[in-house]
């Protein structure tokens, strides 16, 4: 087992301090439960907007709101106490302007004690990137396969394909580290753009269905865990919680309509005494 038992927080510095190092181990998390069990293992615990399908039952992470994303954070803040904790600023909440980024990015932190946000970093945000960690806002960027995208892009595509958008994934993951950003996750993308990438830019990248070429990897926890029917094909499932949920509520089911009420062995029973 991977457990570690650390005398204080990881901090952003000691994420950026891996570049080419031991590769950094980065999973969701949504709520205090999970974030408790997950901790001793991770370096970055990342409350994703993948909260919009994984915990919401929605179709795209567009209508995830900044104060969902807070609420969550707060749940994980209270879990989490080694592992990095960084908010994903949702769709909307960071795109207009960089003052809109400070201001939306500020909230969160201030309000869950998380230690960074992260943003989809289009080629465009270098100077919102900027702006944040200028003024203080750790961020880590966010290229490749970019699902507040996927209206334009038809949906959640691997990157890469044409040398257009080879050539795009490199200038986005550039103009975040100019930028500042101290860790990059790099989505959707073949061996060897991620290769690239990896090497072009001095902050550690953070692969999610991008090899094994990056400086670290983040799953969505759900998918892992197998929890839901389906998960990317990249995925590797280290659990089936999908079939064991099933299968004790099935029992569950079957016990209370047998009248085999789990609690029937406990029931309290009053003696004149107590009144
Ligand atoms: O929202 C999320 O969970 C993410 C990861 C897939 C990196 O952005």
Redesign the pocket.
Known sequence: MSAQTRKKRIGVPDIRARKGGEPLVCL?AYDAPMAALLDPHCDVL?V???LGMAVHGMDT?IGVTLDMMILHGKAVMRAAKQALVVI?LPFGSYEASPEQAFASASRALAETGAQAV?IESGTYAGETVRFLTERGIPVMG?VGLR?QAALNDGGFRAKGRSQAERDRAIAEAKAADEAGAFAI?I?GVAEDLAREITTAVKAPTIG?GASAACDGQ?L?TPDMLGLFDWAPKFVKRYASLRDEVDAAVGQYADDVRARRFPEAAQTYEFKPSDG
Do not use: A, C, F, Q
Request: glycine share 6%.
């Open positions: 969701t990342l994703g907007d993948s992470t994903d992260k966010h699902p996750v989505e999610i983040i969505v």
